[in-house]
């Protein structure tokens, strides 16, 4: 992978060849384009952004511009092998919805995250009374996108609570390029959270 994104070499290794896929806040489409090309996944993509939408259709990609705030009632259950919301979550007005959706449409959901428990944020809050502003938040607070910041142990006890199956976690940190995997402690040091939940029990349809 030439150009280095957070958590697409994760998911690409994750991804079944042929796969069902769908990119919930897909930006350029740079992901499923990788999938399709590499892994043959029947790809599709959902953009809020003009921009984003126009640079999929560039690249030959299906992908509709749509809020998924409000929703993904145009998909039926078992619609996918995949959801994918990679870096998204965070900036969505009710991620509980997107969450309970992506579950309900899919088999397994992928969710990547910025983990605001990291230490080096807990530090600059500690020493610096101040928002942090890093790579994994590069906004001021009166612009940042990021609406919704969240920890490794707030989406763990998310599903806890609700009772969504948790089939993998592997969070990481970015480190030259690639995603390393921060088996220890990950609350504390790891850049990002990665779960994998498990959709089967929240669909009516069959295969």
Request: charged share 25%; with cysteine; proline share 6%.
């Amino acid at each position: 992978m030439k150009e280095y994104r957070v958590a697409y070499d994760l998911i690409f290794d994750l991804i079944p060849p042929g796969s069902r896929v769908l990119d919930l806040g897909c930006g350029d489409g740079l992901l499923l384009k990788l999938l399709q090309e590499k892994k043959q996944v029947k790809g599709f993509g959902v953009e809020i952004s003009p921009e984003g939408v126009s640079q999929c259709v560039e690249k030959g990609l299906y992908c509709y511009q749509g809020d998924i705030d409000e929703g993904l009632s145009d998909y039926k259950d078992n619609s996918f092998d995949y959801v994918i919301v990679n870096q998204t979550l965070q900036s969505t007005k009710k991620p509980d919805v997107v969450i309970r959706e992506s579950l309900r449409i899919a088999l397994n959901a992928v969710f990547s995250f910025p983990n605001f428990a990291y230490y080096s944020l807990r530090l600059y809050l500690s020493l610096y009374g101040r928002m942090p502003k890093n790579k994994l938040l590069p906004y001021e607070w009166y612009e940042t996108p990021n609406i919704h910041l969240l920890t490794i142990k707030d989406f763990r006890d998310y599903c806890r609570d609700f009772k969504y199956p948790i089939k993998k976690e592997m969070h990481f940190s970015t480190i030259r390029s690639r995603s390393v995997i921060i088996p220890v402690m990950p609350n504390l040091f790891a850049e990002y959270g990665f779960f994998i939940l498990d959709g089967q029990p929240f669909t009516s349809a069959t295969l």
